[in-house]
């Protein structure tokens, strides 16, 4: 069974405005409705990327745990922690949480920054990738960058197989969120 995670940037840039609402609720809604329509056999992981040093492992939800999962998300607030983006880590917890070797599993990083925490601010993502998919090279990680300053995390999706999404509206965040569950129907 294909497996799947999202890793949601709740820091505060996360509140920009983003057509008529906010990139953060645009995500939320967005990630919800992509939690509705993913295959009920598929369980579903939560990373939360938002307080520096670490993003915050928020586990995997059964298909029976959907509404708690969407409870989670809802409960993502930029002004719980200190607002730093924790990107790195969050990614590497994205990995963690998911086969990618023996099974094919699907990752989807969902953020508008790079990596704001002071120990790993300097770290190159595309590096990263490249550890991650060669210990795990059935692991896609699509990426959804909802802003303008987050191009140097495009590598990750080319790096693991993934692809690349820039919506520039909430319509659209919707759609690109579909397209990137679509593999596990």
Known sequence: MPEMAIAFDG??????D????????????????????TDKNV???LIEINGCPQAKDRGFFSPIQRPALIEAINRIDPYRYDSKTPLIDGLNKLA???????????????????????FTNGVDPCFVAQRIHAQK???????????????????I????GGK????????????????AGEQLK
């Open 96 to 118: 963690s949480m998911l086969d990618g070797v023996n099974s094919e599993a699907v990752g989807i990083l969902i953020s508008d920054g790079e990596d704001t925490c002071p």
């Open 18 to 37: 983003f057509g008529n609402t906010t990139r953060l609720i645009a995500a939320k809604n967005a990630a919800k409705k992509l939690i509705q329509r």
């Open 137 to 155: 090279p059935k692991l896609k990680i699509h990426t959804i960058l909802i802003g303008d300053s987050i191009d140097s995390a495009s590598c």
């Open 43 to 45: 369980p579903i992981g």
């Open 11 to 16: 820091t505060d840039s996360m509140m920009t």
């Open 157 to 160: 999706a080319h790096i693991t």
């Open 164 to 179: 690349v999404f820039k919506p520039a509206d909430e319509v659209q965040i919707e759609n690109e969120l579909k397209q």
